[in-house]
């Protein structure tokens, strides 16, 4: 079965300061790979979708970039964090037929 | 804009009681609708997904999904403490890569 890390799990960082969050699939091979975030209180919300290397469809214009450099590894960063960036940064793997989401145990992120 | 709605709870039911929670979606070539759970802190979990107009049954929980009114349900017999949680409703968005959209959540609590 697919597992998915997720690191880091917990990460406090001052405005303008760079991100870089990392994601990598275990059990699987060319997965699609989603990164959701959730501000506290929200739904999650779909930011980037990957359906192969190096392939990266952005869903939200913001301050956020997400890179595939390798088949099972999905990163997701940002050169200057905003304020509005904190949240719950959720991973996410498609399986089965059916297209469910498997989500990874995320990295909750706090901007000061 | 592709929207899922639900109303936010808190949805209190006593233990042993059914939970209703309900769903509504906006995309009319939507195919693929699924529940997640979600506890405090943590990750969303699938419950089930429906794909069929009609009633959809897994162990205590039944899916209930209208196309015609835009509308999904989640039942939830013999609720216990432990199904305390935040519950999200997710819609697949017509035209592929398995995207979901979630709503907000439904904040259950299932009190003794």
């Known amino acids: 079965s697919q597992t998915i890390h997720q690191w880091p799990a917990t990460l406090v960082q001052p405005v303008g300061s760079p991100l870089s969050l990392e994601c990598t699939v275990e059990?699987?091979?060319?997965?699609?790979l989603y990164w959701y975030r959730q501000a506290a209180g929200r739904g999650l919300q779909l930011l980037f979708y990957s359906v192969g290397i190096g392939q990266i469809s952005s869903e939200v214009p913001q301050n956020l970039s997400a890179s595939r450099p390798q088949d099972r590894q999905f990163i997701l960063s940002s050169k200057k964090l905003l304020l509005s960036d904190s949240g719950f940064y959720l991973c996410a793997c498609s399986r089965g037929a059916a297209g469910e989401l498997f989500f990874g145990e995320g990295s909750r992120l706090t901007v000061l | 804009q592709k929207e899922v709605e639900q109303n936010s709870g808190p949805l209190s039911v006593p233990e042993g009681a059914i939970a209703s929670l309900n769903c509504t979606y906006s995309d009319r070539g939507s195919q693929s609708f699924f529940w997640y759970r979600q506890y405090s802190g943590k990750s969303p979990e699938l419950i089930m997904f429906i794909y069929s107009n009609g009633d959809k049954e897994d162990g205590r929980f039944t899916a209930q999904l209208n196309k015609a009114s835009q509308y999904v349900s989640l039942l939830i017999r013999d609720s216990q403490p432990s199904d305390s949680a935040t519950y999200l409703c997710?819609?697949?968005?017509?035209?592929?890569?398995?995207?979901?959209?979630f709503g907000a959540g439904t904040r259950l609590a299932v009190h003794p």
């Open positions: 997710a819609v697949g968005i017509s035209g592929g890569y398995n995207k979901l959209i």
């Open positions: 059990g699987t091979s060319n997965p699609n």
